[in-house]
T-cell receptor, first 116, second 114 residues
Framework: EAGVTQFPSHSVIEKGQTVTLRCDPI?????LYWYRRVMGKEIKFLLH????????ESGMPNNRFLAERTGGTYSTLKVQPAELEDSGVYFC??????????????FGPGTRLTVL | AQSVTQLGSHVSVSEGALVLLRCNYS??????LFWYVQYPNQGLQLLLK??????LVKGINGFEAEFKKSETSFHLTKPSAHMSDAAEYFC????????????FGQGTRLTINP
């Protein structure tokens, strides 16, 4: 079974440009999460989808970030326009969504974004 | 609110020595606790998790962690370090029941000396 995949693995853009990150969750997982790790700091939650709906977007830093999950399958995270402080590693995770037990999140390898 | 503190951003041990990575948490509700590991150029992999059953949790690769409510700790241990254990380790907390966001600590990079 394929794990969580993310594309691209690396992206280098200039300040003011737009970048779109993609995440493909494990097949059948209703829950999809985005996290970000800025260099030297902890991994921080950005948002959580349940199928195509945004369950929690309390971690989104500002309105330059737009996440979508059309059809409840893959998700995209767009940053427009990118700023220097957006540099970091963006992780995607997915989980089945068992409401009774702990729900294990499976992580992708991350996309390293560098804004120059 | 929930938070996690990992003591020591870098830990170095000799091959064959005890590995001890410290994690303390703060949570206003009963927590679930997790340890994840990230090997170079890979994603985060779940090592083990505490979900309010046994307080001593055994994970993959010989790691285990003990939930101590009185100390609000969830330290990760391994009796004998192996070179392949070199990686970055993350402690995380979440609320219980179902799909919940993870709150991570700062991470601890473990180096194994031959």
């Amino acid at each position: 079974e394929a794990g969580v995949t993310q594309f691209p693995s690396h992206s280098v853009i200039e300040k003011g440009q737009t970048v779109t990150l993609r995440c493909d969750p494990i097949s059948g997982h209703d829950n999809l999460y985005w996290y970000r790790r800025v260099m030297g700091k902890e991994i921080k939650f950005l948002l959580h989808f349940v199928k195509e709906s945004k369950q929690d977007e309390s971690g989104m830093p500002n309105n330059r970030f737009l996440a979508e999950r059309t059809g409840g399958t893959y998700s995209t995270l767009k940053v427009q326009p990118a700023e220097l402080e957006d540099s970091g590693v963006y992780f995607c995770a997915s989980s089945q969504g068992d409401t009774k037990l702990s729900d294990t999140q499976y992580f992708g390898p991350g996309t390293r974004l560098t804004v120059l | 609110a929930q938070s996690v503190t990992q003591l020591g951003s870098h830990v170095s041990v000799s091959e064959g020595a005890l590995v001890l990575l410290r994690c303390n948490y703060s949570s206003s509700v009963p927590p679930y606790l997790f340890w994840y590991v990230q090997y170079p150029n890979q994603g985060l992999q779940l090592l083990l998790k505490y979900t309010s059953a046994a307080t001593l949790v055994k994970g993959i690769n010989g790691f285990e962690a003990e939930f101590k409510k009185s100390e609000t700790s969830f330290h990760l241990t391994k009796p004998s370090a192996h070179m392949s254990d070199a990686a970055e380790y993350f402690c995380a907390v979440s609320k219980i029941q179902g799909a919940q966001k993870l709150v991570f600590g700062q991470g601890t990079r473990l180096t194994i000396n031959p």
